[in-house]
């Protein structure tokens, strides 16, 4: 059991007075907040205070959550190493890190262990120094921005030279362990999917599923527009600010979340750099209402463009302002509000549409990224169709 001392700065409820061990939380996913780091002792959970951490060392599993979303949870654990788990953690992800570390320097997690079954999975790997470019872009001048585009670029170019598999060198486009992508512009609209052999393939797959889900406005024009790729180069397929850790002079430390990664057609790389966000209102109502046609919505089909409310201004908004993200003290006043992790900027009426029943944000991202590439291609055939396949 943890020391007595270790025990009172154990926050675990509602107020900011200490409790007792037996006053805990069952471990268990709706109980932990990003961001937060507990004590685990069995299968109980007490949230650590900051005077906690400064105490004696705690006995016991001390977790932080870094992430929670999309059939994943991602925690650091005892301080020392990251571990990734849910049902949308696959074999695939660990090959292809492997695959980087085997053959380029680009930085990543090395893979400490993985613990795979048929519906989820679990990778233990190392912690990566640094923080997440994310959290720093909106404050790096011109020239930093230019810097870390550029040695991103330079990375991509590693991961490039990766040599495919004898195994694999049938398809043209797969995932690190041969897997069908999962992507919504190639997914297989087959349950049972197979990866693709040819660019051809790749971009009747794309025009496919263009015309499945209701593209109309580019259904001559869309076959001529998609890019062509004479070869097929390995690909993280998510290169993004949150995805890329840098150190305090802005240099790469690491690059995370490999789980897409795999061989694509060698524009793949630049046209995920470059796809859009919602950029005005009328984007928030269009993917709204191409993914409720992408998920079997016909109730609604010709009148929900209509029914969609509109916003003549963007707000800050929580987005899962929820009594579960709500702590109070004895007296029900509001003492924090929690799980800040979809806030952003939203149409003005998102966060009451939110509170009665998921985060587009702009930047400059894209636009430095663009203006470092080695290479350009011409993607507004792929732009037409993310316009119906996100």
Not at 118 to 123: K, L, M, P, R, Y
Not at 130 to 143: A, V
Not at 185 to 193: A, W
Not at 312 to 336: E, L, W
Request: charge should be negative; hydrophobic fraction near 35%.
């Amino acid at each position: 059991m943890a020391s007595n001392a270790s025990t009172q700065a154990l926050i675990v409820s509602k107020s900011e007075s200490t409790h007792n061990l037996e006053d805990g939380v069952p471990f268990a996913y709706e109980n932990l907040r990003v961001g937060e780091t507990y004590l685990k002792l069995d299968k109980t959970l007490f949230r650590i205070t900051p005077d906690a951490k400064k105490g004696p060392p705690l006995e016991g599993d001390v977790i932080t959550v870094l992430s929670k979303q999309g059939g994943r949870l991602v925690l650091e654990r005892d301080y020392s190493y990251v571990s990734k788990g849910g049902t949308a953690v696959r074999r695939f992800e660990v090959e292809a890190m492997k695959l980087v570390a085997k053959h380029t320097s680009v930085p990543l997690p090395e893979v400490i262990y993985s613990l795979m079954s048929d519906s989820s999975g679990e990778i233990g790997m190392t912690t990566i120094p640094g923080t997440t470019l994310e959290s720093l872009w909106d404050k790096l001048n011109s020239e930093s921005k230019k810097s870390i585009c550029h040695e991103t670029w330079d990375q991509i170019a590693k991961l490039r030279e990766i040599p495919q598999p004898p195994a694999l060198k049938q398809f043209f486009q797969c995932l690190a362990d041969g897997s069908p992508t999962l992507d919504p512009l190639i997914e297989d609209l087959d349950r049972c999917g197979t990866p693709l052999y040819t660019d051809e393939d790749v971009r009747a797959r794309i025009y496919h599923r263009y015309l499945h889900f209701g593209g109309l406005r580019y259904k001559n024009e869309l076959p001529d527009m998609l890019p062509r790729s004479s070869c097929t180069v390995f690909t993280h397929a998510d290169i993004a600010p949150r995805n890329i850790m840098v150190d305090d002079h802005y240099r790469i430390t690491g690059i995370l979340d490999w789980e897409y990664a795999g061989w694509y057609p060698d524009y793949w790389e630049y046209a995920q750099i470059m796809r859009p966000a919602c950029r005005t209102d009328e984007d928030v109502r269009a993917r709204i209402y191409h993914r409720y046609l992408h998920f079997g919505g016909l109730r609604y089909k010709n009148e929900l463009p209509d029914m969609l409310p509109r916003s003549s201004c963007t707000v800050f908004t929580h987005a899962d302002i929820a009594p579960r993200n709500i702590m109070v003290d004895d007296h029900y006043r509001i003492t924090g509000i929690l799980d800040w992790e979809y806030a952003g900027w939203y149409p003005d009426y998102w966060e009451y549409a939110q509170i009665m029943r998921p985060a587009c944000r702009t930047g400059d991202w894209q636009k430095w990224m663009d203006l470092t590439a080695p290479h350009k291609w011409d993607i507004s055939g792929i732009a037409a169709a993310r316009r119906i396949l996100f």
